[in-house]
């Protein structure tokens, strides 16, 4: 190889390193959005009997949640079954 072909590779290799970097913040820059968007939660009234309330509120135990993230995370299984 000649002087001329590395400096040429290294020429190549600094507009990929370049290239990389750019993408990599566009990436970033999509994951903030997605969280941002992810913590914009929606707030619902919702009434339960006592008895769901409670088996719940047994079922989020054993799980180690929260009643909010128990039925957050059954709304969320739901959809994602009914999307298949």
Known sequence: MT???IIQKE???QARMERLEELEQNI???E???K???KAKKQILLRLSP???NELAKWSDEDFRSINGQIEYLLSEAVRKRRK
Do not use: A, F
């Open 3 to 5: 002087e001329k072909d």
């Open 11 to 13: 020429t190549e290799l």
């Open 28 to 30: 970033r820059k999509r």
């Open 32 to 34: 903030k959005t997605v």
């Open 36 to 38: 941002e968007k992810e």
């Open 51 to 53: 008895s769901l309330w």
